[in-house]
């Protein structure tokens, strides 16, 4: 159980580092031109529901995680 | 970086040494005013006082306004602001039973004075990548972070000195972080947490004199949420918590909502004829970290607690390496 928790952490910081660099790659360039003095505000509603979608993966992968790591330990 | 090193010293001093001496006479205080709880981890009827809370305060307000004389930094009044918010926050829920939205709530309302002061940078850095500009983003970030540490430390304060000597390690961890981003300002700013939870962690490590209660818990979490958005590393930060954020995160994800404690009514943990821990097979019971360690065999609390200890030191070094990578671009 404890190297699973150990996996576990290793994992949550794996995670941390690919979503940090998801955020960067993807939210980072991310603007619009259409929308004149709406531009900003549009491109960060657009953003922030970017990152709302991949905190909701980042979790979905997180549960399959401890669900397969701890699939022997946890009867409970 | 030489101008800081007597404030560094002073502030340190002045953090260690109000809480180890406040703390025995506000344990006498407590007794006598028969503000205890029952620990729950002992064979015997053990009562212990609570909450610390208010040491820690005194602690932390008192180093930070030395720190203030010296720099004067609105990320040090960001820190005092939102942290004596955050302890006012949970002495209300030592001294009343509030409900599950309480705290998360008003926690995010102290976070309040971080934007007013503009005690931020809203480029959000990562290691390996670098930056992401996401102002409107950010502010939500940070509305959002002091709930989540000063809950996160909350939780984990189930056992005899694991929250004061977590966050000894979480906090001192974080401080090195800081010094390896060069922001040493803030490093010297955040070095008081790891003091006053040291000082604490004396009366509170196995067998407790005294319990922190929610105050101390959300104090010590709201102050370490407030450093990360003030020096910049709140990936380095939640690094370094990632033990009480698994614990958090497994709680949540077995339970589905957001509630108290002691509003579960299936008990993940009991105990053997010789009173070690053991895990529970019930199924309505929240999945915890400590259900978790204890699920192999029982263990005793003070093994109990090493191991989270070993799992701080751990996120300790991954927040480490993950400072380092900060100065790596791909």
């Known amino acids: 159980m404890k190297s699973g928790l150990y996996g576990f952490l290793f994992a949550m910081w794996i995670l941390l580092l690919l979503g940090g660099g998801i955020m960067v790659t993807v939210l980072g360039p991310f603007t619009i031109q259409q929308f004149g003095e709406f531009n900003w505000m549009i491109a960060s509603g657009i953003k922030v529901l970017i990152a709302l979608v991949l905190v909701v993966i980042w979790i979905l992968i997180l549960l399959k995680l401890k669900n397969w790591i701890f699939r022997t330990e946890i009867k409970f | ?90 002495y209300v829920d030592d001294r009343k039973v509030m409900g599950g939205w309480f705290k998360p709530v008003a926690l995010a309302i102290a976070a309040i004075p971080i934007i007013t002061l503009g005690a931020y940078d809203s480029d959000l850095a990562f290691p390996l990548f670098g930056i992401v500009q996401i102002p409107v983003l950010y502010l939500a970030l940070i509305i959002f972070m002091i709930p989540i540490t000063g809950n996160t430390i909350n939780s984990i304060d189930v056992l005899n000195g694991v929250a004061s000597g977590f966050m000894v390690i979480a906090s001192f961890s974080l401080s090195i972080c800081l010094f390896i981003v060069q922001n040493y300002e803030i490093a010297i700013v955040s070095l008081p947490l790891g003091f006053v939870s040291l000082a604490f962690y004396k009366y509170h490590k196995l067998p407790s004199k005294i319990f922190p209660g929610d105050s101390g818990a959300l104090t010590l979490g709201a102050m370490y949420g407030t450093i990360a958005i003030a020096g910049g590393v709140e990936i380095i930060a939640a690094v370094a918590l990632l033990p009480a954020v698994i614990n958090s995160f497994l709680f949540l994800a077995s339970v589905k909502k957001i509630v108290e404690h002691r509003q ?38 003070k093994q109990v607690g090493y191991e989270i200890f070993k799992l701080a030191i751990f996120s300790g070094i991954l927040a480490i390496i993950t400072a380092f990578l900060m100065r790596v671009s791909l």
């Open chain 2, 1 to 90: 970086m030489t101008e800081l090193i007597i404030p560094a010293i002073v502030s340190c001093l002045v953090a260690f040494f109000i809480v180890f001496v406040m703390t025995p006479p506000l344990i006498k205080f407590l007794e006598k005013r028969n503000m205890t709880v029952k620990d729950m981890n002992k064979k015997e009827d053990v009562m212990v006082v609570r909450p610390g809370g208010p040491v820690l305060i005194v602690g932390i307000v008192a180093s930070e306004l030395v720190l203030y004389a010296f720099l004067q930094m609105n990320e040090i009044l960001a820190i005092i602001i939102t942290t004596s918010a955050a302890f006012a926050i949970g």
């Open chain 2, 264 to 301: 579960i009514k299936g008990k993940p943990v009991d105990h053997t004829d010789d009173f070690k821990l053991r895990a529970t097979s019930d199924k309505s019971a929240p999945i915890t970290l400590v259900r978790l360690i204890l699920a192999g065999d029982p263990l005793s609390e």
